[in-house]
């Protein structure tokens, strides 16, 4: 029997792949949210190799970005991955509120939680996958599926700060590219002055302009919507039951011995552990190819 303890965050393949013996691109990694819709980097980062003899700029990618976004491009500021985006924050924004269960790395970052507190929140909601009510108001929001979930940008707001992932949307973990979205340009310019020098590594940054380019997010989120459906209806085959979401990722709240059931088969989920569900798992939405190997996989664990 194969036995993985759940780790702190998702995208942990090569624990599995270690403990099947076989190599990591043989793991279908469900744990994981990436845009299973985004076109392969590896041809784009390929021709900008020449960007690894020079120190980083990231002039061009930060002006890149805030077209995309319609934004000032004063308001923001390049980051290695989101999760330096929320550690900077945190940084300058050290005392919050997170209403228990989300993601992980806010309580992490910040030194203290307190009710009253300016409020984290991811959007959508980790795990559940459900967007934020449109009077839902927050001061520090994270943004990295939202693009997935709505075939835009960003919801924004003008007392928000907005931490992203281009990691996500690209389906580039390995790059390490995520963004602040500040409020006004003097938040912005705190957040440059903590963020360490050369942050972003000049292949991430040189490939940003056209990895933009690429992005047809409307249609994205479009076909991101037919595989979920597609992936409900899997589950659902199955008699498991997984609640609305409006994300690239669903949320089974009574799932026990579902994920140790799929890792003999080289498939692995996120364990609800972490957010205080035990019995609960979160599945990635895979692409048509990963639905097909997942439902193997649960007809392959039928009792």
Request: charged share 25%; glycine share 10%.
């Amino acid at each position: 029997m194969t036995t993985l303890p759940p780790g702190p965050h998702g995208g942990e393949a090569w624990r599995l792949a270690g403990a099947l013996g076989v190599e990591v691109g043989e793991v279908l990694d469900l744990s994981a949210r990436l845009n299973p819709v985004a076109p392969s980097v590896v041809g784009l980062v390929a021709r900008h190799l020449d960007a690894l003899t020079r120190y980083p700029t990231d002039h061009r990618a930060t002006a890149a970005l805030a077209e995309a976004l319609d934004v000032e491009v004063d308001r923001v500021v390049l980051t290695n991955g989101g999760a330096e985006a929320i550690a900077l924050v945190a940084r300058l924004l050290p005392v919050g509120r997170v209403d228990e269960p989300d993601f992980s790395l806010y309580a992490r970052h910040l030194d203290r939680c307190e009710p009253g507190a300016p409020r984290w929140r991811s959007d959508p909601h980790n795990p559940t996958g459900r967007l934020a009510p449109a009077e839902g108001r927050a001061e520090g929001r994270g943004e990295a599926f939202y693009p997935q979930a709505t075939g835009r940008w960003t919801r924004g707001g003008p007392a928000a700060v907005v931490v992203g992932s281009l990691t996500k949307v690209f389906a580039c973990p390995g790059l390490r590219l995520g963004y602040v979205l500040a409020p006004d340009p003097g938040f912005a310019d705190r957040i440059r002055a903590v963020r360490p020098e050369w942050s972003v590594n000049g292949l991430a940054a040189a490939v940003v302009p056209e990895l933009l380019a690429t992005a047809d997010l409307p249609a994205w989120r479009d076909r991101i919507a037919e595989l979920r459906g597609q992936l409900v209806d899997i589950l659902r085959r199955h008699d498991l039951q997984p609640e609305p979401t409006d994300a690239n990722y669903v949320w089974l709240p009574e799932a026990a011995g579902l994920r140790d059931r799929l890792l003999p088969h080289g498939v692995l989920l996120r364990a609800g552990d972490g957010f205080g569900a035990p019995d609960a798992v979160r599945i990635a939405v895979p692409d048509a190819d990963g639905l097909d190997r997942l439902a193997t996989a649960l007809e392959d664990i039928r009792p």
